[in-house]
């Protein structure tokens, strides 16, 4: 049975998260929606109680659902079939969700760009919505929960940890104030210097 998220939380005006833990993965999984001109990206779907996948709706049409690796299928096809909004992954998943459509490193997609992020899980990417100060999406690369708090993926979770090091300090180019993840609590504030020191310590 897949995990299911009672309440949503808003982040700013245009973001907003949901979580819950799956015994199954023994993990916290969350789910970000960016509401943007042309509909609400849904990014990593975890299912919805009825009350919170209103409070979903209301944020706007949802157009548009992306995966960031091929460990985030989670309740992605639901959503495609409740709200007939294309699913977007990159070319590791593609075989495994039906009807999925193919993202490529630099691809935008309804104002966000699509950041490969080689060396993480399959088909990692990160997501960069340029708005508000800035805010980074990003799959498993980076993780904030405890007892580990904010760090990169253990090394025996990468395909290679060094090359997404390597990868993820492509992420400093970008302006962003906000870091939301799929597994853990987002940082609000002066994300951008929390990531610099991160690598800084990796070196």
Known sequence: M????SELQHISP????????????????????????????VIDPIALTESADQELND???IAVIILT??????????????YAA?????????SDVPEAQALTDGMIIHELR????DGAAPGELALHDPRDGGTVIIGDALINFDPYGFTFLPRKY???QKVMIRCL??????EFRRLLFAHGTPITTRAHASLQSLLDEAQ
């Open 2 to 5: 897949l995990p299911v998220a």
């Open 14 to 41: 245009r973001l907003s998260i949901w979580h819950t833990y799956d015994r199954t993965a023994k993990a916290e999984l969350f789910s970000t929606a960016v509401i943007t001109e042309k509909g609400t990206v």
């Open 59 to 61: 944020l706007g049409r």
């Open 114 to 117: 699509m950041i490969a992020i």
């Open 86 to 94: 294309p699913i977007f992954a990159t070319a590791e998943l593609i």
């Open 158 to 160: 990468c395909l290679n």
């Open 169 to 174: 300090r492509h992420l400093l180019d970008l």
């Open 69 to 82: 690796n091929v460990n985030h299928v989670r309740a992605a096809i639901s959503f495609r079939d409740r």
